[in-house]
């Protein structure tokens, strides 16, 4: 498989992907239908093979480091689309209603890389953060 990032559509993926790893290297279930739900309702991922997205995704997850995904990826994200991917990490990386350091951390990394502002990064992460407080924890894990 090429594991080259050529289209918007590949790089949000792998943002999405790599940027909520980012803490460990296997997703819950819940963050997986989360993902899924995420990419099939966004308009700019119609006419795309989800599966072949995801499978690229994971695969680049497993050779490069967020990092380097984040640096590679971020600039094929159109402007008008940068923070609307910002939100959907936000969204699947605040499930519980808190971040720890390691999440913080891919979040700022991320915002710096799509180039969202402190203060709009902020505003974002604030709202999910308040949205997601009450959310009931899911335990069961898929191994990545």
Not at 54 to 63: G, R
Not at 69 to 94: G, H, K, N, W, Y
């Amino acid at each position: 498989m090429n594991l080259t990032i050529e289209t918007e559509q590949e790089a949000a993926a792998a943002i999405l992907f790599s940027c909520v790893m980012y803490k460990q290297k296997s997703l819950l279930q819940s963050q997986v239908d989360q993902l899924s739900r995420i990419v099939v309702l966004c308009s700019r991922f119609k006419g795309t093979d989800l599966n072949d997205l995801t499978i690229k995704a994971i695969s680049l997850q497993a050779e490069k480091d967020t990092k380097t995904i984040l640096e590679q990826s971020a600039p094929l994200i159109a402007e008008d689309f940068r923070e609307t991917i910002f939100a959907m990490l936000c969204e699947v990386i605040t499930f519980r209603g808190h971040i720890d350091e390691k999440e913080s951390e891919v979040l700022g990394m991320a915002a710096m890389y799509l180039a969202i502002p402190v203060e709009r990064m902020r505003i974002l992460l604030t709202a999910f953060l308040i949205r997601n407080k009450w959310n009931v924890e899911i335990i069961d894990e898929l191994n990545g």
